[in-house]
């Protein structure tokens, strides 16, 4: 059966019922009419424009890839793809593809070879070395690479060269997630599992809008909703989303009042004595902290604050307060939002005073943007060291620099490694002087662009980007290095709930672009970097010998590997670990058993302060959770720091579409993808809009004290008071290039506010004060937005979002589906 | 009875510290964290100056609720002074001389704290021993604080 699959991005529905299986349902699409049987081979990997990481087989004839198929066996999916694991690996095959380095001379970037290019890399970083040491030298990472990749990185940068100044794009999309969980078990690592859905009798979305950010995992709920005895649904969003058109109560706080709300909740748990007693005594410390603090909460303050009526905060309480099986998801709402840590805390609180961690349907999910971001977490590619090795616990430093060989002054500890925002700042101050970006493009993803753009410009500053294409911050580069991509490369890579996928290489990259893998330990040989004994320090030239590495690192912690290899990855379904000798086939939930990994000498982090952010101390730590419990975190609520005035009245948020990822790098070159979203908008509600007599379609500025931005409007279902704008859209498809030029701004992030998360060190891309103005009328024109998403419009009659022909897709139901 | 006194002298060093650290914040204004964090943490100074104001009417005393503010053009001097620093690695230095001066000051406060608190159970003065009990361990976050940000701020400053 075909489908267009822009027009129904979550397909036909396989009804089911708790506690059963989700019936599988293969969807594949191949380019040009080819159908299976033109296939020369089929090459197994998963999806990379998400975090979800859903099975699929690169379908490859004569060396080009020509399609995909969801692989039925697999755990994630069942066979199902989302629309931009059918259409985005068309972007593999555009031309506009890098395919040689590229170098600055006299201002221009200009072709040249790999030495060339590899030896400005190294000569500037040795320059540097001699005369400042390793912190002039930063390396910002990626969600989109491979395990084996990160890992490497890692120990180049930590290991190798000594500086602390390592991070990834996780910083804006997943920093929060591990932050939360290491506040509230002392350790990252996902406690939920994918197959809680298939459990829970009560689902809970916090600032989650999973139907756009993981359409399978949504299709995996409206398959429950559809099926017998479905779960209740609570969403949290500010905007009418998909998830909230099917919840059983949609609370849309305002923006930056999270805590308020999540106060509220505990606060009307607490005191009706929904609280699990004695799972809470036997597992977790601070409760009476915790019921303190809320007791200030009623929810008739949190619904002056908030403004979301008291009863309805009440009604999801009672919902949540008598579930059976609680599955909690929390992303970008609250992760990018004002006191971001402290409200993802307050959802693993629920969890643990109903008791609800561990068990079928009880899990917490705190989720990844990402594709890999779980790896960029897990091998020291961000602010963190790899497998979760503690910064501030000298045994495990000492245990570290024993697998890497190397002095453990080597490997800098003495804070936790530098965040992204950071870097930037020292850039700014001109204390790092080298910057290598990888697969990721701050020129249009970071807050305050102008302010980014200056800094990236830097003469000062050595600027490496390696990538697939000539991004926005490719542009400013003095070096460019072709990277190879997905399906041109093997390794593996982590979903959000811990599944572990192989992904094969399916075909060679184009021109000389090569495998970051191979780039980085070429510039480790470059550099010459060595171990203690005098030997290389990377000890591995290829991917599987990377992953065995990692596999040695990673044993005794609780991301191990150690009972993972590529050929039980090969073939079969995806592997959750932790996966050693004990569990050779995977786990499917940890923590289960009230068990954690909170032992001072063993877990990740002693925490830190919710306001302030600073650490806690090991001897702080061991005074609060000294037999290592789920440690249940207060937080007082804080008021936004930027609040609307007469002059910005409006509170603008920025966020994603389903048809987009990242800044349309990929996304934008897949056709289908790009004209269902071809180009930003703004989303006002019918209040506000019918109070300035706007109309769907006028073309609207909207400014802050940042900058401005401009972008037709699409009234929708968002509160009154809210403003909402995609933040895909920058410039490398406009004249101006990386920058707005003479044009008109459209990037969200030209209006953006520089603050962030003290705890995760997470920007804050959802509370700023906006104004906005009509510039010109629609006449008869329609904003670019999709219809079929959380920008569907609640007023006026734009296109309906189709894919036609183009977009049609199979879909093979295996077990009696039905619409 | 000198507890008057020492209420005095804790409502003089809060206020102290509530203008050290909208100064600080006013003046690393390029500095994001210490900009947004100073100013979050100096509503808990706030408070304690206006409580201390509350309890010291018990002992005869006439404080001022409100922390004193600098003038508004002060600040806006500060801020727009350290944005033309911005790109410069001067306020690195004054950063860490800031904090180093935040964490002696607050020190003192805390070591006030914990003599306000002796003199009150000495005094049976619950509501006295409660108000010390609930500021004390907000002053020592303070502490910590500027301790975790000096930890965190001087490698690079120092090594670069």
Excluded at chain 1, 285 to 291: C, D, M, N, P, Y
Excluded at chain 1, 597 to 614: I, K, L, Q
Excluded at chain 1, 634 to 645: G, V
Excluded at chain 1, 655 to 675: D, E, I, S
């Amino acid at each position: 059966m075909k489908l267009d699959r822009i027009a129904e991005p979550w397909g036909s529905r396989t009804p089911y019922g708790p506690g059963e299986t989700w019936p599988t349902r293969v969807d594949s699409y191949l380019a040009d009419g080819l159908t299976e049987a033109d296939v020369d081979r089929w090459v197994q990997s998963a999806t990379i424009l998400h975090s979800n990481g859903d099975g699929l087989d690169i379908a490859v004839k004569d060396e080009k890839i020509v399609g995909v198929r969801g692989r039925e066996v697999d755990r994630v999916n069942h066979g199902r793809l989302g629309p931009k694991d059918l259409f985005g690996w068309q972007a593999n095959n555009s031309p506009d593809r890098l395919t040689r380095p590229l170098i600055r001379r006299k201002g221009k970037l200009v072709e040249t070879d790999w030495d060339t290019a590899m030896d400005a890399v190294v000569n500037r970083t040795k320059e540097l070395l001699d005369e400042q040491g390793p912190s002039a030298i930063s390396f910002y990472t990626t969600g989109q690479l491979f395990l084996e990749e990160y890992y490497t990185l890692g120990l180049i940068a930590h290991g190798g060269i000594g500086t602390n100044h390592v991070d990834g794009n996780t910083r804006l999309c997943t920093a929060t997630a591990a932050a939360a969980l290491k506040e509230s078990f002392a350790c990252d690592g996902q406690p939920g599992s994918y197959t809680d859905i298939d459990h829970a009798d009560v689902i809970a979305l916090y600032g989650h809008n999973m139907a756009e950010t993981q359409t399978v995992l949504w299709t995996r709920v409206l398959d429950r909703l559809a099926g017998p005895n479905p779960p209740k649904v609570i969403c949290v969003d500010p905007r009418m989303t998909p998830v909230a058109r099917e919840a059983t109560i949609h609370l849309a706080p305002r923006p930056g009042t999270n805590v308020m709300l999540m106060n509220a909740l505990l606060h009307e748990i607490i005191a009706n004595g929904w609280v699990d007693d004695d799972y809470v005594s036997a597992h977790a410390v601070g409760f009476a902290e915790l019921e303190k603090r809320v007791a200030d909460y009623p929810p008739e303050v949190a619904a002056e604050v908030c403004d979301v009526p008291a009863e309805q905060i009440r009604e999801a309480a009672r919902i949540i307060g008598h579930a059976e099986r609680l599955l909690s998801t929390v992303l970008q709402g609250f992760y990018q939002s004002h006191q971001a840590s402290a409200a993802a805390v307050q959802v693993n609180n629920v969890n643990i005073i109903r008791g609800m961690l561990g068990r079928p349907g009880c899990g917490v999910l705190q989720m990844n943007g990402q594709p890999t971001a779980e790896n960029t977490r897990e091998c020291g590619g961000d602010g963190d060291l790899p497998a979760f090795r503690n910064w501030d616990n000298d045994e495990h430093i000492e245990d570290l620099a024993k697998v890497w060989n190397v002095d453990p002054m080597q490997i800098p500890h003495y804070s936790s490694p530098t965040h992204l925002m950071q870097m930037m700042r020292y850039a700014e101050q001109g204390s790092i002087r080298f910057m290598w970006v990888q697969a990721t493009n701050p020129a249009v993803s970071l807050p305050e662009l102008a302010r980014i753009r200056e800094i990236l410009s830097q003469d000062r500053l050595f600027l490496v980007v390696q990538d697939i294409f000539l991004s926005e911050t490719a542009q400013l580069a003095d070096v460019v290095l072709p990277a190879a991509t997905w399906g041109e490369k093997t390794g593996t890579f982590t979903n959000v709930d811990r599944t572990v996928h192989l992904s094969d290489k399916a075909v060679e990259p184009p021109g000389e672009a090569r495998p970051d893998l191979d780039i980085f330990i070429d510039y480790a040989r470059r550099l010459g970097l060595e171990d203690k004994d005098g030997q290389p320090l990377v000890k591995w030239s290829d991917a599987e010998g990377a992953f065995e590495g990692w596999k040695e690192c990673s044993r005794g912690r609780p991301c191990d590997y150690t009972g993972m290899s590529y050929a039980k990855l090969r073939g079969g379904s995806g592997i959750q670990w932790p996966c050693n000798e004990e569990n050779p086939d995977g786990t499917e939930r940890i923590y289960a058993d009230g068990k954690f990994w909170a032992d001072p000498s063993y877990c990740e982090s002693f925490g830190r302060d919710m306001v302030t952010g600073a650490p806690l101390s090991e001897t702080e730590y061991k005074t609060l959770n000294p037999s290592g419990k789920a440690v249940l975190k207060a937080a007082e609520y804080l008021a936004p720091h930027e609040i609307p005035s007469q002059d910005f009245p409006f509170q603008l948020i920025t966020g994603r579409t389903l048809y987009h990822f990242h800044t349309r790098t990929k996304t934008a070159r897949a056709p289908q993808l790009q004209a269902a979203a071809p180009e930003v908008w703004i989303e006002l509600s019918a209040g506000d809009a019918a109070d300035r007599k706007f109309t769907e379609g006028d073309l609207l500025e909207i400014t802050t004290p940042r900058g401005r931005v401009e972008a037709r409007l699409r009234i929708s279902g968002i509160r009154p008071g809210v403003a909402f704008l995609p933040f895909h859209y920058g410039y490398w498809d406009t004249p101006g290039g990386h920058g707005p030029g003479k044009k008109e701004g459209r990037a969200a992030n030209e209006l953006t506010i520089t603050d962030w998360d003290p705890v995760s060190k997470q920007p804050l891309f959802k509370t700023a004060a906006a104004a906005v103005r009509r510039i010109e009328k629609a006449k008869g024109r329609s904003s670019a937005a999709p219809t079929t998403t959380g920008s569907a419009p609640v007023a006026g009659t734009p296109p309906q979002t189709r894919g036609g022909a183009a977009a049609e897709a199979g879909e093979a139901l295996t077990a009696g589906g039905r619409r | 009875m000198k507890l008057g006194m020492a209420i005095e002298e804790l409502h003089r060093s809060e206020n102290d510290l509530t203008s050290t650290l909208l100064a600080m914040s006013d003046r690393h204004k390029t500095d994001h964290e210490v900009f947004y964090v100073t100013r979050d943490i100096a509503k808990w100074s706030r408070e304690h100056v206006a409580e201390l104001a509350r309890v010291g009417r018990d002992y005869g005393l006439d404080l001022d609720p409100e922390a004193k503010d600098d003038p508004g053009f002060v600040a806006s001097l500060r801020q727009k002074s350290s944005e033309l620093m911005g790109r410069r690695p001067e306020p690195g230095l004054l950063l860490l001389a800031d904090l180093r001066h935040l964490h002696r000051q607050a020190a003192g406060i805390s070591l006030d704290w914990e003599l306000l608190a002796q003199g009150a159970q000495a005094a049976k003065d619950r509501e006295l021993l409660a108000l010390s009990e609930r500021c004390h361990p907000q002053t020592l976050r303070i502490l910590r604080f500027a301790n975790a940000k000096l930890k965190e701020a001087s490698p690079q400053v120092l090594a670069s």
